[in-house]
């Protein structure tokens, strides 16, 4: 059995997200330069439940994201290779 440790980043990390409040599509944007290859997310709900999930192959400018929940707080955990990122997102 292997462990593999992820290293969290700030909200100053990854990615950006916005508009944050949302009325339900949100645009992730790459921070750093260059591009990512890889980019996966889940959307967990305030009960800890993951309501929504997905994987960009290739994040340069900026990829829309259809938020398909109710009004509310929601974590956004964003992974690129090891690193982690964990964005408040509220759908308005």
């Given at each position: 059995?292997?462990?593999?440790?992820?290293?969290?980043?700030?909200?100053s990390?990854?990615?950006?997200?916005?508009?944050?409040?949302?009325?339900?599509?949100?645009?992730?944007?790459?921070?750093?330069?260059?591009?990512?290859?890889?980019?996966?997310?889940?959307?967990?709900?305030?009960?800890?439940?993951?309501v929504?999930?997905?994987?960009?192959?290739?994040?340069?400018?900026?990829?829309?994201?259809?938020?398909?929940?109710?009004s509310g707080?929601?974590?956004?955990i964003?992974?690129?290779?090891d690193?982690?990122?964990?964005?408040?997102?509220?759908?308005q």
């Amino acid at each position: 059995n292997t462990t593999t440790a992820v290293r969290p980043e700030s909200e100053s990390g990854l990615v950006s997200l916005y508009p944050n409040p949302t009325e339900g599509v949100v645009t992730l944007k790459n921070k750093g330069t260059g591009s990512i290859e890889s980019i996966q997310y889940i959307l967990i709900d305030a009960k800890g439940v993951k309501v929504a999930e997905g994987q960009v192959d290739y994040l340069d400018n900026g990829i829309e994201i259809n938020l398909p929940v109710a009004s509310g707080v929601y974590l956004m955990i964003v992974t690129v290779a090891d690193r982690q990122q964990v964005i408040t997102v509220v759908k308005q």
